[in-house]
């Protein structure tokens, strides 16, 4: 038994039965791209034959690449491109070449262990080995699911298992480095101006500024449009964030969390953008109908937008060249949070601000103990016993 559902053009489901691991028939789903509707049904047609005549595969002789590749097809329609993307590199470069041609059924926690240690005697950071165990983790949970085995090997595994992630402390400015930053950011050099550089945009000052006012995300921050500022009540809506994939390109999706919140700014960053407004307006009358007006607060003198890493990599040039410490533009986030927490904000204020989904997320992540503070403490407790 099983029928084809189409998808799109030329995309069809198709489902048909096959006996699981316990013996009992299930279902098994296959998604066929670049193919008629006749071309499916044949697709099918052959499928089930192959399971009447005894020749198809058994959940018993799966490989983990074959399952590798259901896991994926399931989650095409339901996750963003950039994860994608990601499980598509994990996949690519270390979970199949690991377990890939190991049948589901005969793997083992100890094939497991053997696969992390073989990754980091290679050199793989503790970070990477940590998300490509937790998404084969994930693919072993759904094979159970799905009835392809009937106990992960996964689950006998626990933290000291995997190499410890040393979470490296957050680099965050001071006042005066951010009053140096801002400066600085405003004035690009010569050469960067003649050459065209991006630091030289109008947007990239105003775009920095934004960071550290707001403490939005760097994807956040590209993708504001200007029918987000609201300049009378001084508020701006962050609603949405710009991704850019090698298989996408670049897409405007919901924020992280899909938490769409609305962040209060002072007349400070209302001035400059007031002022960022009129530049690019100017932009655009030059431009003319060249001009790709999609909105966007922060975008490239022709309208269209900047990818984020893009971004990112001409924020670390300019780094290079400041006055100051060198940091990520990601630690203008920290930056905004730290002050905020240095100047008694309340923490759930901050944690709002930043669009985190737990506040335990603002405390361990973005709140760094400053050793002025830590000084102070120290005086007042010498100041109790003397």
Not at 16 to 27: A, K, L, P
Not at 77 to 86: D, E, F, G, K, P
Not at 148 to 170: F, G, H, N, Q, Y
Request: aromatic share 8%.
């Amino acid at each position: 038994m099983g029928y084809l559902r189409k998808l799109g053009d030329k995309k069809f489901r198709i489902v048909y039965d096959i006996v699981s691991v316990t013996g009992r028939r299930r279902q098994k789903t296959e998604t066929l791209i670049g193919v008629t509707k006749r071309q499916a049904e044949a697709v099918l047609a052959k499928r089930k034959a192959t399971v009447l005549a005894g020749e198809f595969p058994s959940s018993t002789s799966m490989t983990m690449n074959e399952l590798f590749d259901r896991f994926v097809q399931s989650k095409e329609n339901r996750l963003a491109a950039t994860t994608l993307q990601r499980y598509d590199c994990l996949l690519r470069i270390y979970l199949r070449p690991a377990v890939g041609t190991k049948k589901v059924a005969s793997l083992r926690t100890v094939d497991l262990l053997a696969a992390y240690t073989h990754w980091k005697k290679r050199g793989v950071g503790a970070r990477t080995i940590r998300h490509a165990a937790e998404l084969l983790r994930n693919v072993l949970r759904r094979a159970v699911k799905w009835e392809v085995i009937t106990r992960s090997p996964a689950a006998s595994l626990d933290a000291d298992d995997l190499p410890k992630v040393l979470r490296p402390e957050s680099a965050v400015l001071t006042e005066s480095e951010v009053q140096i930053l801002l400066q600085e950011a405003k004035h690009p050099t010569r050469r960067c101006a003649a050459r065209h550089y991006l630091t030289a945009y109008s947007t990239f000052y105003p775009a920095v500024a934004f960071a550290l006012y707001t403490g939005a995300r760097l994807g956040e921050i590209m993708a504001v449009r200007w029918q987000d500022v609201d300049a009378h009540q001084g508020i701006i809506t962050i609603s949405r964030s710009l991704s850019s994939t090698k298989l996408a390109g670049l897409t405007f999706k919901r924020p992280k969390n899909d938490k769409v919140r609305t962040v209060c700014v002072p007349p400070q960053l209302l001035a400059i953008l007031e002022s960022h407004h009129a530049v690019q307006a100017a932009e655009k009358i030059a431009l003319g109908p060249a001009y790709h007006d999609e909105d966007l607060v922060f975008a490239k003198p022709d309208g269209k937008p900047i990818a984020p890493w893009l971004f990112s990599s001409a924020f670390r040039n300019f780094m290079k060249r400041s006055g100051v410490r060198r940091i990520r533009f990601h630690d203008l986030r920290d930056t905004h949070a730290s002050l905020l927490a240095k100047a008694g904000v309340p923490i759930e204020v901050i944690s709002k601000r930043l669009g985190h989904s737990d506040i335990s997320i603002t405390y361990d992540r973005y709140i760094t103990v400053y050793r002025d503070r830590d000084a102070e403490a120290a005086e007042a407790f010498a100041r109790i016993v003397a």
